[in-house]
């Protein structure tokens, strides 16, 4: 039986990753004083986001690329997916780590979206 190693590893990064972005957002909900929902606080809205989304892909990925070993093998193929997975995690927390991009819309802009 081939027990799927790459898999065991990119599971721990992304649920250190997981711990790291929980963490961050409750420090700031406590900070914010914000016990549920996000109010009107934009940060903490992205702080949601970022660790919600890991939440929800995360899982399934891991399963996915676990089986995948398991059928295989351990090979450059199932550790490229791994590694390309857990560095569009990383990507996307440090890009949600602040206002830019989609809250940073015009009123203009707003209104069509």
Known sequence: MVYPY????????????????MMNTGAYRGKAGIGVGFGDDRHLERKIRRHGNLAESAAVFIVVLALTEMLVGTGSVVIAFGAVFAMARVS??????????????????????
């Not at 780590?97 to 802009?109: A, D, M, P, R, V």
């Open 92 to 113: 996307h927390a440090f890009a949600f780590n602040s206002l830019g991009g989609s809250h940073e819309k015009s009123e203009s802009t707003r209104k069509y979206l």
């Open 6 to 21: 790459t898999a065991a590893l990119v599971g721990a990064f992304l649920y250190i990753l997981q711990q790291g972005l």
